[in-house]
């Protein structure tokens, strides 16, 4: 089956640009999302991007698709402290999803 | 609109007894997907339902585990003999359809501590 890794933390001072990396198996993966979780929530949809784009730009977000390397990133331009949460990489097609293990972002000041 | 709401929010239960965690979806959502969040852990998928199909139980860990949906809206997430590494967040999320492209709303999540 799919497996997705993301490294577990990351560290940004605030007004940096965070990049939050995402490695995937599963070559067959059509979409490839983007969610957030604040601190006690659920998981929030960020952004996403089909596979057959290299690159998606959202306002301070920027997803970048590698197929080649089953690589995806998210980079995050001008980190404020609200960013801080754990994001977690889900790619997959169809209603099969797996979700990466999270990567917490700390924005500090 | 209302989003997707699960109760309870905290759930302590005693090693050995049968919990049932509840999820409301939003309205209208034909998809509904259980997943479990361990400590520290990414999230497991549990089970999916589509409409009237059958569901996809792939991803339930034991026949201890088990899932409903009564007239395609509320789902019931139960657990039976509940085990201390049954300790997690239990995530419900909705969407429009089970196929890729639509984003799934998640609940803010049931947490099951197991003493």
């Known amino acids: 089956g799919e497996d997705v890794e993301q490294s577990l933390f990351l560290s940004v001072r605030e007004g940096d640009s965070s990049v939050i990396n995402c490695t995937y198996t599963?070559?067959?993966?059509?979409?490839l999302y983007w969610y957030k979780q604040e601190p006690g929530a659920g998981l929030q949809l960020l952004t996403y991007?089909?596979?057959?784009?290299d690159m998606k730009q959202d306002q301070r977000l920027t997803v970048l698709l590698n197929k080649k390397d089953k690589h995806l990133s998210l980079r995050i331009a001008d980190t404020q402290t609200g960013d801080s949460a754990i994001y977690f990489c889900a790619p997959g097609q169809g209603q099969n999803f797996v979700f990466g293990p999270g990567t917490r972002l700390s924005v500090l000041p | 609109g209302a989003g997707v709401s699960q109760s309870p929010s905290n759930k302590v239960t005693e090693k050995g007894k049968d919990v049932e965690l509840r999820c409301d979806p939003i309205s209208g959502h034909t998809a509904l997907y259980w997943y479990r969040q361990s400590l520290g852990q990414g999230l497991e998928f549990l089970i999916y339902f589509q409409g009237n199909s059958a569901p996809d139980k792939s991803g339930l860990p034991s026949d201890r585990f088990s899932a409903e949906r009564t007239g395609g809206s509320v789902s019931t997430l139960t657990i039976q003999r509940t085990q201390q590494e049954d300790s997690a967040v239990y995530l419900c999320a909705s969407s429009l359809a089970g196929t890729g492209g639509y984003e799934q709303y998640f609940g803010p999540g049931t947490r099951l501590t197991v003493t």
């Open positions: 991007i089909f596979s057959n784009m």
């Open positions: 599963d070559s067959s993966s059509t979409y």
